[in-house]
């Protein structure tokens, strides 16, 4: 079951840019654009997930690191584009005037909120006697996700990434639908090992 929900989550994220996309017009008369690099971003992070539940978290010492970083440089980009041309009042954030310390810093507490939520749906699992949906694997595993989560925002805010990553959008939306066939196919591969 665990399995087939987190596929649903997945699979519902890769298309959230288009339907943000279709609905921004009508609801907010604001138009809308990401580029494919989005979708594939999200769908990346999804797959590395996925395969995770599939049994190299438990396998792969370092499988959760590389998902945390991938999933957390994710938030940190949409966050930090955000900041930087969505017309954020800056003096909001008390601490720091700079887009990149803030999204490095929000980052990091959509982290903690995560594993907030993480432990959250454990206890509600067990309590309900169902098979837990997100698992923790090792006592040291919420530190070092959190950690991880720090290394993904500092990737994103000390890289160009659009220069980094110039692919013709041909391959991005090639990618983009192996990603989603991928979606649909991996709750059926469950007895993949690494």
Aim: hydrophobic content about 55%.
């Amino acid at each position: 079951m665990a399995i087939v929900v987190n596929a649903v989550a997945s699979l519902a994220a890769v298309w959230i840019s288009q339907c943000i996309e279709l609905l921004a017009p009508v609801l907010f008369w604001v138009s809308v654009s990401f580029r494919p690099l989005l979708s594939v971003w999200i769908g990346v992070a999804g797959c590395l997930h996925m395969i995770g539940m599939i049994g190299w978290y438990d396998t792969v010492w370092w499988w959760d690191h590389v998902t945390h970083t991938v999933s957390a440089a994710l938030i940190a980009a949409l966050l930090y584009a955000w900041l930087l041309v969505g017309g954020v009042d800056m003096r909001l954030f008390v601490l720091t005037a700079s887009p990149a310390v803030a999204a490095v810093v929000l980052t990091l507490a959509t982290g903690v909120l995560w594993e907030v939520v993480d432990q959250a749906v454990r206890l509600v699992c067990e309590r309900l006697g169902i098979e837990r949906v997100l698992k923790q694997y090792r006592w040291l595993d919420t530190p070092l996700d959190i950690v991880f989560d720090g290394v993904g925002a500092l990737l994103v805010v000390t890289t160009d990434f659009d220069s980094s990553f110039r692919c013709s959008s041909r391959f991005l939306g090639s990618l983009d639908t192996c990603c989603t066939v991928g979606w649909v196919v991996s709750p059926f591969a469950c007895s993949f090992q690494p």
